[in-house]
């Protein structure tokens, strides 16, 4: 692991949050890879596994309903490669009125250059939550 890593993966994430806020099908269905799924984490604990077909529909759906696009509120907190795969944390607010998420997102690299191989969703973590995991030593 380096403290690196390939500066594409930046401009990749902006054309994800771009193309999915817009609801854009013919760009979006290139950027995620053909097994890529989604964990949605529930507050307690339960995990929701939607594959990609699922999310394209919803995606889909959406643009021909004419729905508004989504915010494209994101920022980049944390991005680790190891050769042709890549794990960045994204902080991502999809609406004003809803609260911001922390996703995971795991990427691949293939000949054509970046993939979503998948993504786990959970609540952002409260400054108060955020602190170390383990207990106090003795």
Do not use: C, N
């Not at 760009?27 to 989604?38: G, N, T």
């Amino acid at each position: 692991m380096t403290d690196t890593y390939d500066p594409a993966i930046d401009a990749f994430i902006r054309r994800v949050v771009e193309h999915g806020s817009h609801y854009r099908m013919d760009q979006m269905e290139p950027l995620y890879a053909p097994d890529q799924s989604i964990l949605f984490v529930s507050g307690e604990g339960r995990v929701e596994r939607v594959p990609r077909a699922a999310m394209m529909a919803e995606f889909a759906a959406r643009g021909a309903a004419g729905d508004p696009p989504l915010s494209t509120e994101h920022r980049v907190l944390h991005v680790e490669q190891q050769g042709d795969h890549a794990t960045a944390l994204l902080y991502r607010r999809m609406s004003p009125a809803r609260p911001p998420a922390l996703y995971e997102l795991r990427l691949r690299k293939d000949p054509k250059g970046w993939q979503v191989a998948g993504e786990t969703v959970v609540a952002f973590p409260r400054a108060d939550d955020a602190d170390d995991f383990l207990p106090p030593r003795i």
